[in-house]
C-alpha cells in the first residue's frame, strides 16, 4: 500500500488547476443510461472513483471510452444488456446506486445492491427509494439488493417532497423523471452546483426543467432523450482544498478555474479566518494576510451553506489557528475521524458527539498519521504542509479516489512531497 511522505517547508506558491468535479462527473455518467445515444463528458476528472463508475457500467452494456488522457469519457448505451448492478462493484463506491433511477425509468425496471455501510456514517438509501416509490415504483429489498419494477414498464410523475436534503436522491430522482409519464415536482431539493450541472446536461440531451439550483425542480417527463456533449463544472472541493494551502503554509496559490459563487461560504469564513481570496480572470487568488490565521466556528450544511466535504480540512487550518473554534457536523455522523490522527502531529481537539472544539497551536509537528478517508486522508496532507519535520501519510488509496496528481500540484507550489510504493 502506498504512503505520502511530506516534508513542511515553509510558505508555498505558485498555480493550481482545478479538474472537472468528482461528485459531477459520478451523477453524469450514468445519465447515459437513459438514452441510446452517445453521451460526451469533457472536463472529467482522472481518479479511481471514476474508473469504479466506468466498471459499473461497462457491467451493464454500456461502452465507455477513455479519450485525451482521461479528459473525455465517450460514452454509448444503445441498449442496456444487463439491468443488475452488482455488490462486488456496488460496495466499493456508494454513488453506484445512481443507475438506478436511469435504468427504472428507460426500461421499467432494475436491480442494484444496498450500498452498505460505510466509514463515515449509515448512510441509507431510502429517500432515494421513498422518491421512486412516489413515482409509481415497485420495490422489493431481498438479498442485499433493491428489485424496482414500474408498472406498464414506466415511471410516472409525481411530487417528491423529501423530508431532509439529499444531494444522491435528488440526482437520482431528477434523472427517473425525466422520461417518466407527467410531470414531476421534487420539493426540498438539494441545491448543489453538481445538481446544477446535471439539469443542464440532461436539458442539452431534451429534458424539460426548471427550477434546479432552487429547493423546488419540475420535470416534465418525455418519451426519449437523446445524445449530448457536456464539460464537468469545477470540482468545489478539490477547490476549496488548494484555496487551505495558502492559508495555512502563508504564500499565495491561484487556483485556476475556480469560482466564487463554487465556495461563497468556504470563502467567508476563510476571509474571517483572515485569509485573502480574490477573483481573477483566471481562478480565485488566495493568500494568507498576516501571521496566524484567527479561530472562526464552522458548520457544515447543505449548499450553500459550508460543505461537510470541506470540513477535515478547514479543521486542518484551525489547528494552526489562534483561539479556539468549533466545529459542527450536521450531515454525516462520523465524520471526525481526522481528529485523532491531527492530535498525533500536536493538535488540540475535543470531539464531543457532532461538535469537535479546536484550540490552535503555534505549529503542528510531523508524524506517522493514517488515512481513513478521502477528505479526512487530504487533510493530514494540509497538516503536514505546515508542520515541522516530516509526516508520512499511510493508505493513501483513499487520495486517488478524489485528487488528481496531489503530488504533483503540489510541488508545482514548492511543497516536498513523494510517493512511496511499497
Ligand atoms: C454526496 C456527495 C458527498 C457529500 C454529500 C453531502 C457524491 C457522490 N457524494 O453524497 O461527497 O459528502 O453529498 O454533501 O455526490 N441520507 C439518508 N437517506 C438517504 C440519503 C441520504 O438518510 O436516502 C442521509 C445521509 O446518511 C447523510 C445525509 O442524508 O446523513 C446527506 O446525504 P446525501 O446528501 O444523500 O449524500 P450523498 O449523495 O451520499
Redesign the pocket.
Same mark, same amino acid.
Given at each position: 500500500m502506498d504512503s505520502i511522505l511530506v516534508k513542511g517547508n515553509g510558505a508555498l506558491s505558485g498555480t493550481i488547476p482545478i479538474a472537472g468535479a468528482?461528485? *459531477?462527473c &459520478? /451523477?453524469l455518467m450514468p445519465a447515459t443510461l437513459l438514452s441510446e445515444e452517445p453521451l460526451t463528458l469533457t472536463n472529467a476528472p482522472r481518479l479511481s472513483?471514476i474508473a469504479t463508475m466506468t466498471q459499473l457500467l461497462q457491467s451493464l452494456g454500456a461502452e465507455v471510452a477513455s479519450l485525451q488522457d482521461g479528459l473525455v469519457l465517450a460514452m454509448s448505451s444503445h441498449n442496456i444488456a444487463n439491468h443488475t448492478a452488482d455488490y462486488d462493484i456496488v460496495r466499493k463506491? $456508494? *454513488?453506484s446506486?445512481?443507475v438506478l433511477g436511469p435504468m427504472l425509468a428507460r426500461d421499467g425496471h432494475a436491480v442494484v445492491s444496498l450500498p452498505g455501510g460505510c466509514a463515515?456514517?449509515? $448512510? !441509507? +438509501?431510502?429517500?432515494? &427509494?421513498?422518491a421512486f416509490e412516489a413515482m409509481g415504483a415497485e420495490l422489493d429489498l431481498r438479498d442485499g439488493y433493491v428489485h424496482a419494477k414500474a408498472p406498464g414498464g414506466r415511471l410516472r410523475g409525481a411530487v417528491v417532497n423529501f423530508p =431532509? +436534503?439529499?444531494?444522491? *436522491? /435528488? #440526482?437520482n430522482a431528477l434523472m427517473a423523471a425525466t422520461l417518466a409519464k407527467g410531470t414531476t415536482v421534487l420539493k426540498n431539493a *438539494?441545491r448543489?452546483p #453538481?445538481i446544477v450541472d446535471l439539469a443542464r446536461c440532461l436539458r442539452k440531451m431534451g429534458a424539460q426543467i426548471e427550477g434546479e439550483g432552487t429547493s423546488t425542480i419540475t420535470i416534465q417527463g418525455v418519451d426519449r432523450l437523446n445524445g449530448a456533449t457536456h464539460p464537468v463544472v469545477t470540482d468545489r472541493?478539490e477547490l476549496g482544498t488548494y484555496m487551505l494551502v495558502p492559508a495555512i503554509c502563508g504564500g499565495e496559490v491561484e487556483c485556476l478555474g475556480g469560482t466564487l459563487e463554487l465556495v461563497g461560504a468556504f470563502a467567508e469564513k476563510l476571509d474571517a479566518a483572515g485569509v485573502s481570496v480574490t477573483q481573477t480572470e483566471r481562478g480565485l487568488k488566495v493568500s494568507r494576510k498576516n501571521g496566524r490565521v484567527h479561530a472562526v466556528d464552522v458548520v457544515t450544511e !447543505? =449548499?450553500p451553506g459550508f !460543505? /461537510?466535504?470541506l470540513q477535515a480540512q478547514m479543521m486542518a487550518l484551525l489547528c494552526t489557528a489562534e483561539g479556539t473554534s468549533v466545529l459542527e457536523e450536521r450531515?454525516? #455522523?462520523n465524520r471526525f475521524m481526522h481528529a485523532p490522527e491531527l492530535t498525533r502531529m500536536g493538535a488540540k481537539i475535543e470531539v464531543h458527539g457532532g461538535t469537535a472544539k479546536v484550540t490552535g497551536v503555534a505549529r503542528l509537528k510531523g508524524a506517522r498519521v493514517m488515512a481513513t478517508d &478521502? $477528505?479526512a486522508s487530504v487533510s493530514l496532507i494540509l497538516a503536514a504542509l505546515a508542520a515541522e519535520g516530516e509526516t508520512v501519510v499511510s493508505r493513501v488509496y483513499h487520495l486517488d479516489r478524489g485528487y488528481e496528481r496531489l503530488e504533483e500540484k503540489l510541488r508545482a507550489c514548492g511543497a516536498q512531497i513523494e510517493r512511496i510504493s511499497q
Open positions: 468528482k461528485n *459531477a &459520478l /451523477t472513483d463506491m $456508494r *454513488a446506486i445512481l463515515i456514517g449509515a $448512510r !441509507p +438509501v431510502d429517500l432515494h &427509494l421513498q =431532509f +436534503v439529499s444531494v444522491g *436522491a /435528488t #440526482e *438539494a448543489e #453538481e472541493i !447543505p =449548499f !460543505p /461537510t466535504d450531515i454525516f #455522523e &478521502l $477528505r
